[in-house]
Every structure is written in structure tokens, then in C-alpha cells.
């Protein structure tokens, strides 16, 4: 990928090979880390860049010592050459660039901002671009986030993921494919639609992020209450195409389609609220954001922690379990982690004992979870609640974890009692730092209750 002065973040949106070696380290390290990831049960994909190569930039060397030639439109490292990208005629704009989004043609055969893009109707390409993400199977990922789908045309990427070898078996099983998500901005309007990419694999679902944020922020009169039918029935994808989150790389620094709408890790407290309810509602594959902290706010180009020579930091982990050195680690506050658990908890379950007041919302995932949120910025949420779960008692997962087992376990945050009709109090401050409860039976305390004393929600 090229290397930027400044040290940009999304240079390695500009490869010169298909090298793996980049500024957070060598081939031999990812392999490593693939490896060690897979034997713990953690998956990786990799973010694929197909469509494209560097922008025009000129004459360059990328990070891995490759050299290019944007004149000459030469990659040799690969190697592609002039061949090998769609032709200024075939592209047909005065710049060679996209200028207007309603043109399917050029959308999909001129350059994205300015970046050379290689045309995948090439048997050429599609072999090189095959054997860049057999290498990559051929490690133990999993599967690609496909970067810039929108800009292929469906059937030549289509042609593509179907060439590809199965998962290796010792990590996968026989007979396994890789996972496939497909990066298509689609929020109406356009006439590429997401629609067009369903039979790859998944596909983006901007408007997800778009409306929860408009939800959750109250604009534009919504309400939590007008969340129960959250999915399909607002324009978006069916579920089972869908790859859902609150934001992502681009539109959490107004890159990509990016408006004020979108939530971000700046806004902890919405944002934990949005997460959560993501998380809990059976809708698409959902994706959990991790940053970093960058300043200035408004530079939209800063890169990831790095030393003096622009190599990512390694992310140092606190005694408390969140990152330190401006990693912002999403993934790892207590609330967001403790409601990826949830998810896969009530996987297969239905939502039941939906609740909705203006902008509190209760409900339950079968008979194995439920989620309450106050977004109401001046009225408690108050009373009994049907849960669904088992009588007992349990500790909430978003103020606190439950640790130890069995008659010796306990909640280090709210616990909460269920009756025997499943019913149970809950109070929700609209001022609390985390105005949500959350209780799941795997969250389910012996009959002791616990040794240590319990904390009101609504604490910080
Ligand atoms: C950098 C420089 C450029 C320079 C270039 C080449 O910033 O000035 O020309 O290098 O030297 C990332 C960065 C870019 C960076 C690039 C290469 O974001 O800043 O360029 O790396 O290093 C479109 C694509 C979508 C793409 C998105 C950014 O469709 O695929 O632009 N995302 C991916 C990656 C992204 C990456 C690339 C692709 C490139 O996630 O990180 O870029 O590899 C409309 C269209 C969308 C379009 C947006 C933005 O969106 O529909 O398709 O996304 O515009 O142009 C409303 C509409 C919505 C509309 C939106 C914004 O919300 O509903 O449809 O407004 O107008």
C-alpha cells in the first residue's frame, strides 16, 4: 500500500501489491496472530481492497518496497499494467473520475476518487485478485469485508468469491466457504441498490446506523417506542442479507456518506444505548465498532497510534480491562462486551413483552433475555415488568459483570429479582450514566444471591 505523508489512516486503502506486509507488520506476524486467533475461537476478516489500486498519484514506492507508476498505470509487483484498468473511453467522464452517482456506468467503471481501477471483467485481474484472498484463506481467515463493491459490477465480484478454495479443515471443517460482506452505500436514491449484491454474501445496511442514530439523538420526532419494528419494514435489507452496525470507519469521522446522525464513541453514554439495543434485536449480522481517539476532531485524516517511524502501536490493556495509549476499544466496555454475550445467548429466540412509552422500551428475547432502556431525558422508568426469564435472581449485565460460579457467584453491579410470574422492578434514572438494564439467564445468581452488596442503577 502506498505510504502518505502525515500518515494518513486510509492509505491502506491504496495498494501497490498484494503483499502482506503493512504498517502493523509483517506476514509472518499476521499469520501468527490468525493462527493464535483461530486456536481461541476468534475469527478474522480481512478488508479486502479489489476494485482498485493507488491514486493517481505518479511515481512511488509502497510500504513494502514495491514500486509504482500511476503514468504508466504499472503495478509490477503484482504485476498489472495499463491493460488491466478500465480505459478512460470505457469510463467515458472528462476526468476519469466519478462525477455523478446516477450513472451506473460510471460508477462502476471510473475511478473512485481519483484511484485506478482495475477492470474485474479481466481474466487477468480475477486470477490475480483470486490468488491475493486464496493466500489469505490459505492462512485461516475467514472470510472479506469487500471494499468498494458498489464500484464492481455484482456478477464479475460474484465470479470471483465463487472461485475461491473452501476454508481450510483443520481450522474450519470440510467444506466451508468464506464469509463475504460487501461494502454497498445504498440509502435510496441511488440506482445501484444493495439489492443487486444479495447473492454474494452480506451487505452493508447504512441505513441501520442512519435511523438508529436518528432515533436515538430524537431527531426529527422519532422515539424508542417506534423501534419495534425495526428492520425490513424501514427500507432496509431482510435480515438475513443484512450486515448491520452504529457506525463504522467512515461515517464515525464524516467519510463515506457520513452525517451528524451517526453515532460514535465520543457520545459514550447514546452510544453504549445504541450498541446495546443493536445488539439484543434480532435484526442482520451485527458488527461491534473499536477505534482509536484522534485530535484534532475536525482532521478527519489522522492514523492510528504510531511510533516516530508510523508503525502502529501495539494496544497496551489496563489492570481494568479497557485499552490505554488512545485506543478507544469499544469492544471492550463492560456494556457493549456483556451485550455481544447476550446476542449470542438468545440467538433463535423471538423478541416477546415488547413495552414502549415514548422513548422507554422493555423487551424480552424467549424465555433468556431482557433489555429495558430510558432514553427519556426527565421521567424514571419505573414499575413491574414482565421479563419472560425463570423466577430467580440475576445480575445486570450492563452495570456490572457476574463473577464466580455457582453458589459462590456474584454481581459486581445491580441485582435483580425475578418473581414466579417473571415479573420484576425495575428503576431507571433518566439521568443515569447507563440508563439500561440488561438480564439474561446465563447472568442468573445461585440462590445466595451473591456475597457482596448490591448497587442501585443509576450509580456511575
Ligand atoms: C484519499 C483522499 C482523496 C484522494 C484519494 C486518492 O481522501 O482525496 O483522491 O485518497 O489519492 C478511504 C478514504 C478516502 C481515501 C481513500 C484512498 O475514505 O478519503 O481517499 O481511502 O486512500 C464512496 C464509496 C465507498 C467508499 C466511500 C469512502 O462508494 O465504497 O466513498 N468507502 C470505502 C472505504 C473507505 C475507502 C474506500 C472505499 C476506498 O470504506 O475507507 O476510502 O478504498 C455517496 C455515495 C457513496 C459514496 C459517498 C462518498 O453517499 O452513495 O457510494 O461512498 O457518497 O463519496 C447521503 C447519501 C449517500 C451519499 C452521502 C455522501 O448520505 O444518502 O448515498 O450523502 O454524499
Same mark, same amino acid.
Given at each position: 500500500?502506498?505510504?502518505?505523508?502525515?500518515?494518513?489512516?486510509?492509505?491502506?486503502?491504496?495498494?501497490?501489491?498484494?503483499?502482506?506486509?503493512?504498517?502493523?507488520?509483517?506476514?509472518?506476524?499476521?499469520?501468527?496472530?490468525?493462527?493464535?486467533?483461530?486456536?481461541?475461537?476468534? #475469527?478474522?476478516?480481512?478488508?479486502?481492497?479489489?476494485?482498485?489500486?493507488?491514486?493517481?498519484?505518479?511515481?512511488?514506492?509502497?510500504?513494502?518496497?514495491?514500486?509504482?507508476?500511476?503514468?504508466?498505470?504499472?503495478?509490477?509487483?503484482?504485476?498489472?499494467?495499463?491493460?488491466?484498468?478500465?480505459?478512460?473511453?470505457?469510463?467515458?467522464?472528462?476526468?476519469?473520475?466519478?462525477?455523478?452517482?446516477?450513472?451506473?456506468?460510471?460508477?462502476?467503471?471510473?475511478?473512485?476518487?481519483?484511484?485506478?481501477?482495475?477492470?474485474?471483467?479481466?481474466?487477468?485481474? /480475477?486470477?490475480?485478485?483470486?490468488?491475493?484472498?486464496?493466500?489469505?484463506?490459505?492462512?485461516?481467515?475467514?472470510?472479506?469485508?469487500?471494499?468498494?463493491?458498489?464500484?464492481?459490477?455484482?456478477?464479475?465480484?460474484?465470479?470471483?468469491?465463487?472461485?475461491?478454495?473452501?476454508?481450510?479443515?483443520?481450522?474450519?471443517?470440510?467444506?466451508?466457504?468464506?464469509?463475504?460482506?460487501?461494502?454497498?452505500?445504498?440509502?435510496?436514491?441511488?440506482?445501484?441498490?444493495?439489492?443487486? @449484491?444479495?447473492?454474494?454474501?452480506?451487505?452493508?445496511?447504512?441505513?441501520?446506523?442512519?435511523?438508529?442514530?436518528?432515533?436515538?439523538?430524537?431527531?426529527?420526532?422519532?422515539?424508542?417506542?417506534?423501534?419495534?419494528?425495526?428492520?425490513?419494514?424501514?427500507?432496509?435489507?431482510?435480515?438475513?442479507?443484512?450486515?448491520?452496525?452504529?457506525?463504522?470507519?467512515?461515517?464515525?469521522?464524516?467519510?463515506?456518506?457520513?452525517?451528524?446522525?451517526?453515532?460514535?464513541?465520543?457520545?459514550?453514554?447514546?452510544?453504549?444505548?445504541?450498541?446495546?439495543?443493536?445488539?439484543?434485536?434480532?435484526?442482520? @449480522?451485527?458488527?461491534?465498532?473499536?477505534?482509536?481517539?484522534?485530535?484534532?476532531?475536525?482532521?478527519?485524516?489522522?492514523?492510528?497510534?504510531?511510533?516516530?517511524?508510523?508503525?502502529?502501536?501495539?494496544?497496551?490493556?489496563?489492570?481494568?480491562?479497557?485499552?490505554?495509549?488512545?485506543?478507544?476499544?469499544?469492544?471492550?466496555?463492560?456494556?457493549?462486551?456483556?451485550?455481544?454475550?447476550?446476542?449470542?445467548?438468545?440467538?433463535?429466540?423471538?423478541?416477546?413483552?415488547?413495552?414502549?412509552?415514548?422513548?422507554?422500551?422493555?423487551?424480552?428475547?424467549?424465555? /433468556?433475555?431482557?433489555?429495558?432502556?430510558?432514553?427519556?431525558?426527565?421521567?424514571?422508568?419505573?414499575?413491574?415488568?414482565?421479563?419472560?426469564?425463570?423466577?430467580?435472581?440475576?445480575?445486570?449485565?450492563?452495570?456490572?459483570?457476574?463473577?464466580?460460579?455457582?453458589?459462590?457467584? @456474584?454481581?459486581?453491579?445491580?441485582?435483580?429479582?425475578?418473581?414466579?410470574?417473571?415479573?420484576?422492578?425495575?428503576?431507571? #434514572?433518566?439521568?443515569?450514566?447507563?440508563?439500561?438494564?440488561?438480564?439474561?439467564?446465563?447472568?442468573?445468581?445461585?440462590?445466595?444471591?451473591?456475597?457482596?452488596?448490591?448497587? #442501585?442503577?443509576?450509580?456511575?
Amino acid at each position: 500500500m502506498v505510504w502518505s505523508p502525515h500518515r494518513p489512516w486510509w492509505e491502506r486503502y491504496q495498494p501497490v501489491s498484494y503483499k502482506l506486509i503493512s504498517r502493523s507488520g509483517s506476514e509472518q506476524e499476521f499469520a501468527d496472530m490468525v493462527e493464535r486467533c483461530n486456536k481461541v475461537g476468534v #475469527r478474522i476478516f480481512v478488508d479486502a481492497v479489489i476494485n482498485h489500486m493507488t491514486g493517481d498519484s505518479g511515481i512511488g514506492v509502497g510500504i513494502a518496497d514495491s514500486t509504482f507508476n500511476t503514468y504508466e498505470q504499472s503495478y509490477p509487483a503484482v504485476p498489472y499494467s495499463i491493460h488491466d484498468f478500465n480505459s478512460k473511453e470505457k469510463c467515458g467522464t472528462q476526468s476519469g473520475n466519478i462525477e455523478n452517482y446516477n450513472n451506473v456506468n460510471e460508477v462502476r467503471n471510473c475511478r473512485l476518487v481519483s484511484l485506478l481501477d482495475l477492470d474485474q471483467s479481466k481474466s487477468w485481474v /480475477k486470477d490475480r485478485i483470486r490468488d491475493y484472498l486464496n493466500h489469505l484463506i490459505r492462512l485461516g481467515v475467514a472470510g472479506f469485508r469487500v471494499d468498494a463493491s458498489k464500484h464492481m459490477w455484482p456478477d464479475e465480484l460474484k465470479a470471483i468469491v465463487e472461485s475461491l478454495n473452501d476454508l481450510p479443515e483443520t481450522h474450519f471443517g470440510a467444506g466451508q466457504r468464506a464469509f463475504v460482506f460487501t461494502e454497498v452505500i445504498d440509502m435510496g436514491g441511488e440506482p445501484i441498490t444493495k439489492y443487486e @449484491y444479495t447473492g454474494i454474501g452480506r451487505v452493508t445496511e447504512f441505513l441501520y446506523g442512519m435511523k438508529l442514530g436518528e432515533v436515538f439523538r430524537r431527531w426529527n420526532n422519532q422515539k424508542l417506542e417506534y423501534l419495534q419494528f425495526f428492520g425490513e419494514s424501514w427500507g432496509m435489507l431482510p435480515s438475513g442479507y443484512a450486515w448491520t452496525f452504529v457506525d463504522n470507519h467512515d461515517n464515525q469521522r464524516k467519510h463515506g456518506g457520513g452525517g451528524d446522525m451517526v453515532l460514535t464513541f465520543w457520545e459514550p453514554r447514546v452510544y453504549k444505548m445504541a450498541n446495546a439495543f443493536m445488539l439484543a434485536w434480532p435484526y442482520g @449480522y451485527t458488527k461491534v465498532m473499536s477505534s482509536y481517539y484522534w485530535y484534532p476532531r475536525e482532521d478527519t485524516d489522522v492514523g492510528p497510534p504510531a511510533d516516530s517511524y508510523g508503525n502502529t502501536n501495539t494496544v497496551p490493556i489496563n489492570d481494568d480491562g479497557s485499552c490505554g495509549g488512545n485506543w478507544a476499544c469499544e469492544h471492550r466496555w463492560r456494556q457493549i462486551r456483556n451485550m455481544v454475550a447476550f446476542r449470542n445467548l438468545v440467538h433463535g429466540t423471538a423478541v416477546e413483552n415488547w413495552w414502549g412509552r415514548g422513548d422507554q422500551i422493555a423487551f424480552s428475547r424467549g424465555r /433468556k433475555g431482557f433489555l429495558a432502556i430510558n432514553n427519556d431525558y426527565s421521567q424514571t422508568m419505573s414499575g413491574e415488568f414482565y421479563t419472560g426469564l425463570p423466577e430467580g435472581f440475576y445480575c445486570d449485565c450492563i452495570s456490572g459483570d457476574m463473577l464466580g460460579s455457582g453458589d459462590n457467584a @456474584y454481581c459486581t453491579g445491580q441485582t435483580l429479582s425475578v418473581n414466579s410470574m417473571g415479573r420484576t422492578h425495575i428503576n431507571i #434514572r433518566s439521568d443515569s450514566e447507563n440508563p439500561m438494564i440488561a438480564i439474561h439467564v446465563d447472568y442468573k445468581l445461585g440462590s445466595k444471591r451473591g456475597n457482596i452488596p448490591t448497587r #442501585r442503577n443509576g450509580g456511575k
